[in-house]
């Protein structure tokens, strides 16, 4: 059993930063791939950004050059470091963490965090 907590969404002013942590509990962490998704009202979720456990990223192209994926592997804990926060990024953020063995993926989703930016 993998538990994700999301946690350091809140309320900021367009132009303003906020960092996004998702811990993990459990053994695979070292072995999964991390994503944040967010998902806003009435909108279909989306991948914001990724990291694989060997620590190559990935971004969707509205988040490039704003935010920031990182993992530390000794914390457990990947981040999601955000800047330059636009209006049009407020949603709820999720944590995935997935990994395969022997063919077979493995899931696991954190509860969200929200995030709003006012304009």
């Known amino acids: 059993q993998v538990q994700l907590v999301e946690s350091g969404g809140g309320l900021v002013q367009a132009g303003g930063s906020l960092r996004l942590s998702c811990a993990a509990s459990g053994s695979i962490f070292s072995i999964s791939s991390i994503c944040w998704y967010r998902q806003a009202p009435g909108k279909q979720r989306e991948l914001v950004a990724a990291?694989?456990?060997?620590?190559?990223?990935r971004y969707a192209d509205s988040v490039k050059g704003r935010f920031t994926i990182s993992r530390d592997n000794a914390k457990n804990t990947v981040y999601l470091q955000m800047n330059s926060l636009k209006p049009e990024d407020t949603a709820s953020y999720y944590c995935?963490?997935?990994?395969?063995?022997?063919?077979?993926?493995?899931?696991?989703w954190g509860q969200g965090t929200q995030v709003t930016v006012s304009s």
């Open positions: 990291i694989t456990n060997s620590g190559s990223t």
């Open positions: 995935n963490a997935y990994y395969y063995k022997i063919g077979v993926k493995s899931d696991y």
